[in-house]
């Protein structure tokens, strides 16, 4: 089951903990990857611990030239593109009192728009070959809020409700549109926390431990199987039973 | 220009799954063959295709017959 052999793939923010789990665990299912990010050389590295099978087209998601380019040259280093994996995403966190509208509006850039493009330039070639599967990695703050990330909300949210309306346009072209939430996942963003910010997040889990990006992984290998054809529109949230929704 | 018409006619058919009768120059896409939209932007993509040319977006969306499709794609088309 959910073996990816032939399939290939596309996972921007691949740079990152949970994008480095996602394109990591496609490929370990037999999938060709295209690896994007804006740190050149920490994909570079990751390449080079996959092994075969594995492209690194760099490029900025706050940038419309660049994420055209980026879907051209992930289609020209595979010969096609079956799974997208919209994965890259920024924060600036600040209380709303606080936040200025460069905040605001870089957070919805990248982590929104710059999905939103990368998606509409993908999709023909998707409706072409009539098989698609477009992974988009949301949050559980983009259903629940979060002090201090009104922005990062809005985009998370607003990835949920882009995800809804392409699921129904592409339905019939056999492409889904899936978003995985997870909740808090040891990487190096959480690293960063205090042991007393830690011990609050916790308690409000009932896993009673942070999540992994190998846990997150899984659940975006899953989406973008074959097996998961009649599976669209949702939110998989993967959130060790913080909010259950 | 009559090769133009037939070609565009055949796409028409294939992609729409409808009879070659129905396929008239003045047959609308949606109205009149049973296409959703995304049908028509798949129109657009297999005659941008069949004739190697680039229909623009603001041109795709004033194309609403078969007949559309043939003017347009006569005097923009190369082969």
Redesign the interface.
Known sequence: MFDLSGKTALVTGASGGIGGAIARALHGQGATVTLSGTRAEALEQLKASLGERTHVVAARMDDAVDIDRLAKEAEAAMGKLDILVNNAGITRDNISMRMKDEEWEKVLQVNLTGTFRLTRAVM?GM??RRFGRVVNITSIVGVTGNPGQANYAAAKAGLIGMSKSLAQ??A??GITVNCVAPGFIATPMTDGLTDDQKKGILSRVPADRLGTPDEIAAGVVYLASEEAAYVTGQTLHINGGMAMI | MSDIAERVKKIVVEHLGVEAAQVKEDAKFIDDLGADSLDTVELVMAFEEEFAIEIPDDAAEKIQTVGDAIGFIQSNAKS
């Open positions: 023909r409706m072409k346009e592409l019939s072209r």
